[in-house]
C-alpha cells in the first residue's frame, strides 16, 4: 500500500542512531556481548529531587490538560532561568515547553518556513535537522565546518549560502556530533553574517550544561543581544538533567514566533505531561544537580581521550562539549570488504565484533564514525580494545 504515501513520508528517512539503536537492543537481547556506543543519552538517572517532583504531583492530582505551552509556573520558571542566562528580558509569553527539543525545533520551522523555502544548516549536522527539513518540503543548504578549522563554520561558504536568500539559518554548539563549543568570537562573526543577511537564526543549545569549557557555553544571544527578534533557542532539560524520557524540551523566542509556536501545538500534541511539568520546574530551580553529570562527564571524556592516543591512525577534535569523539577513520577507508566506507565499517564492527558506532555519513560527513561516552568507565575501555582489534585486522 506504499501507493498511498505522501512525498512527505517518503522523504523523511528513518533515524540511523534509533535503528543502529533498536539493532543493538535486539542482539543483546538475544544474547549477544553487544557494547552500544551510538546513542545520545546520558546513562544516569535522572537526580532524585526531580523524580520526588514527579511523585509529589501524583499525590497533588496533576492528571488534567494544561494550556498549550505549559503551566504558569512552568513558563515563569524558564523565563526566569534564562532571562539570568542569557543576559535578557525574557518574559513567559516567549517560552513554552514541548515535548523535547526535537518538537521545538519542528514548531520553529513549520511555523516560518513554507514548503520550496531554503534553509542553511552547518555541517556536519545532527541527523533530525535535515529529515525535518524534508518533511516540510524545505531545501537545504550545508554550509561547511572543517576538521581543520576545529569545526568551525567556513564564514566565506556561509556568508555565500547567506547571500543566497535562504529564510533561516540552523546552528547547533555545543554540537552533536563533533562536540565543537563555539567561543564568542566564532558567533560574533557568524552573528554580524545573519543580522547583514536579514535571516533567521534557529540556534539549538541543548547541550548547553555540558561544556568543557572554563568559558561556559556561549550562546549566541550572548553577542548580539539584539539578535532576539529574530531568533528562536531551542533547549531542554533531557542531557544536563539524564531526563531523555521525560519529553521536556522548551524554545525561547520572540512573542510573535511563540504565539505561532503555540497555535501549532495545540493542534498537534497539546502540551507536555502535567507531571512531567512539574517536575522540570523542579529541575529549573535546581541548576545545582547538574555539577556531578558534569564532573562524570569530564572524567569520562579523559579517559577516552588518553585511550583514544593508543589507537594507530585514529584522531578526533578533543570535545569542548556534549558527549562525543567524532572519529576521522579516513586512513582506514578505500579498501576492500568493511573497508569501503564507514557505512560498511560501522555494520562490519556491529556483526563481528559486537560495538556500535554510528556513522558519519548520517551527519553529513563520511569517512566519521561517532563515539558517544555516554557509558560506564568499564565500557568504554572494552569499546576502544574491541575497536583497535577490529581495525588491526584491516
Not at 247 to 272: D, E, Y
Not at 334 to 358: C, F, I, K, R, Y
Amino acid at each position: 500500500m506504499s501507493e498511498y504515501l505522501s512525498r512527505r513520508a517518503i522523504a523523511v528517512r528513518p533515524s540511523v542512531t534509533f535503528t543502529l539503536s533498536t539493532l543493538a537492543k535486539k542482539l543483546k537481547a538475544e544474547g549477544k556481548p553487544i557494547l552500544d556506543l551510538s546513542l545520545g543519552e546520558p546513562d544516569m538517572n535522572t537526580p532524585e529531587p526531580v523524580v520526588e517532583a514527579a511523585r509529589r504531583a501524583l499525590d497533588e492530582g496533576h492528571f488534567h490538560y494544561t494550556p498549550t505551552a505549559g503551566v504558569p509556573a512552568l513558563l515563569d520558571a524558564i523565563a526566569e532561568v534564562y532571562s539570568h542566562r542569557l543576559r535578557l528580558s525574557i518574559e513567559p509569553a516567549m517560552t513554552m515547553a514541548t515535548q523535547g527539543a526535537k518538537q521545538a525545533l519542528f514548531n520553529a520551522l513549520a511555523t516560518v518556513t513554507d514548503p520550496g523555502d531554503t534553509i542553511a544548516v552547518l555541517q556536519p549536522y545532527w541527523v533530525s535537522y535535515v529529515e525535518q527539513a524534508h518533511a516540510l518540503g524545505l531545501r537545504v543548504e550545508l554550509v561547511p565546518c572543517p576538521a581543520k578549522n576545529a569545526f568551525r563554520p567556513d564564514f566565506a561558504a556561509l556568508e555565500r549560502v547567506l547571500a543566497q536568500g535562504v529564510k533561516l539559518l540552523l546552528i547547533n554548539s555545543p554540537c552533536n556530533p563533533t562536540g565543537a563549543a563555539f567561543d564568542a568570537a566564532t558567533l560574533q562573526t557568524l552573528t554580524e553574517l545573519v543580522l547583514q543577511s536579514g535571516a533567521l537564526l534557529v540556534s539549538d543549545e541543548i547541550y548547553e550544561d555540558i561544556v568543557y569549557k572554563e568559558s561556559g557555553h556561549v550562546s549566541p544571544l550572548h553577542v548580539a543581544p539584539e539578535l532576539f527578534d529574530s531568533c528562536c533557542v531551542v533547549t531542554g532539560l533531557s542531557k544536563g538533567f539524564a531526563m531523555t524520557g521525560w519529553r521536556v524540551g522548551f524554545s525561547l523566542a520572540p512573542k510573535w514566533w511563540t504565539a505561532a509556536m503555540t497555535r501549532l501545538q495545540g493542534h498537534t500534541t497539546s502540551h507536555i505531561a502535567a507531571l512531567t511539568q512539574q517536575a522540570a520546574i523542579t529541575a529549573l530551580q535546581r541548576r545545582d544537580l547538574i555539577a556531578p553529570l558534569l564532573a562524570t562527564f569530564e572524567r569520562r571524556r579523559a579517559l577516552v581521550l588518553e585511550l583514544l592516543s593508543e589507537v594507530p591512525e585514529v584522531e578526533a577534535h578533543e570535545p569542548e562539549g556534549a558527549f562525543y569523539l567524532f572519529l576521522d577513520l579516513s586512513k582506514y577507508l578505500g579498501g576492500a570488504g568493511p573497508a569501503q566506507d564507514t557505512l560498511s565499517l560501522s555494520q562490519w564492527l556491529l556483526q563481528e565484533h559486537n560495538l556500535v558506532l554510528v556513522p558519519g555519513d548520517a551527519f553529513g560527513q563520511p569517512g566519521y564514525l561517532r563515539l558517544s561516552f555516554a557509558a560506564k568507565e568499564s565500557v568504554l575501555r572494552e569499546s576502544f580494545e574491541r575497536l583497535e582489534f577490529a581495525l588491526a585486522q584491516l
